[in-house]
């Protein structure tokens, strides 16, 4: 099955996303790690209480992900896996003399370089994968029992197609903001999301779900996003200038965290980590039904262009049903004590 390569891979590092804005990292933060200065990485390594010693890191792209975890003594090397040829050229010019290696792949293949890792990595990797099924479980089959698989993504609907009344809710915001800071709302078009990247939000609503056929849940934290996200991302006045919206961006902020902690599973982004279930690979028949799920749903993606698998307007509420269970039984979901400075 061919797959496609993201039309404008570099174009990520170009535009101006929310948490550009360091209001809304320090926001991200207290989501993950209750404290503000203390981003997914450092409370995640802080949790396991050692370093990995190799770790592959899923759609590397220009490698900044894998060049800041060993810079902060958190990996001792790494394996970046990417299907653009320009971000991984990028990557090992940049890496210097640190122990990081780079391989050309295409992530769905699953065909993951040979070498042993005891760590895998998805920053904002897993929303662009089609063969979600396929990849887990070969993470799972080639992590060691005592590996850890940590993941900070986009878990929101597919292709961006936003559930009717979270996207009303962020109008709702947006619309009581300061002229100037307004967002021109569009809602996304699905054809032209597929044009510019086929690979983008692909499954997104899928990535937690079927991570957790493969992986114990130790921790999961839903960041949110769902109000936040659309009415600052690309929002160019407020990027370049954020201290003089200091306080309107503290009202959109606090607007979607409350959401978000009334609705758990609205969250666009989330954190989580956890380790290998192994006994997942002995379920034969399961294993056999999941594959043959997979493979029909990405023929009839292809057959439709790749926008018909789900309800586009109003959500998957068995996705949603789904991710609150895994919630309920990873072994640490209590909203972390916020420590404010």
């Not at 890792?117 to 990797?125: C, E, G, I, P």
């Not at 200091?246 to 609705?263: H, M, P, R, S």
């Not at 982004?269 to 690979?281: D, E, Q, R, V």
């Amino acid at each position: 099955m061919e797959h496609h390569q993201p039309s404008a891979a570099r174009s990520y590092y170009d535009e101006r996303y929310w948490n550009d804005i360091p209001a809304v990292v320090e926001h991200i933060n207290v989501q993950v790690s209750g404290k503000p200065d203390t981003e997914w990485d450092a409370h995640f390594f802080a949790r396991l209480g050692r370093a990995a010693e190799h770790a592959l890191i899923l759609n590397c792209g220009n490698g900044a992900i894998e060049r800041n975890l060993y810079d902060q003594g958190f990996i001792r090397s790494a394996t970046g896996i990417d299907i653009s040829t320009q971000l991984l050229d990028e990557a090992a010019a940049a890496a210097g003399d640190r122990p990081l290696r780079y391989h050309r792949m295409d992530v769905n293949t699953a065909d993951f370089p040979a070498e042993p890792f005891d760590l895998v990595v998805n920053f904002s990797a897993g929303h662009h994968i089609a063969c979600l099924d396929r990849v887990f479980r070969e993470l799972c089959r080639r992590l060691p029992d005592d590996g850890w698989f940590v993941s900070y993504d986009y878990v929101g609907p597919h292709r961006n197609q936003y559930p009717h009344d979270l996207w009303f809710a962020a109008c709702r915001v947006n619309q009581g903001l300061p002229e100037a800071m307004r967002q021109t709302f569009v809602y996304p078009h699905l054809p032209t999301m597929i044009a510019v990247d086929p690979t983008e939000a692909i499954h997104s609503e899928l990535v937690v779900d079927t991570w957790s056929r493969y992986f114990v849940t130790d921790e999961y934290r839903p960041v949110g996003g769902a109000i936040a996200y659309p009415v600052l991302t690309h929002n160019d006045d407020v990027i370049a200038d954020p201290a003089r919206w200091t306080d309107e961006i503290a009202v959109v902020l606090a607007a979607d965290a409350e959401l978000i902690q009334g609705n758990p599973s609205a969250a666009l982004f989330a954190y989580w980590a956890g380790t290998p279930n192994k006994a997942a690979l002995e379920q034969h028949e399961q294993l056999a039904r999941w594959t043959d799920e997979e493979d029909a749903r990405e023929r009839t993606a292809g057959a439709s262009g790749g926008g018909d698998w789900a309800d586009p307007c109003g959500g998957n509420p068995g996705i949603n049903a789904n991710v609150n269970a895994i919630r309920r039984n990873a072994r640490d979901t209590s909203p972390p004590k916020a420590e404010r400075t």
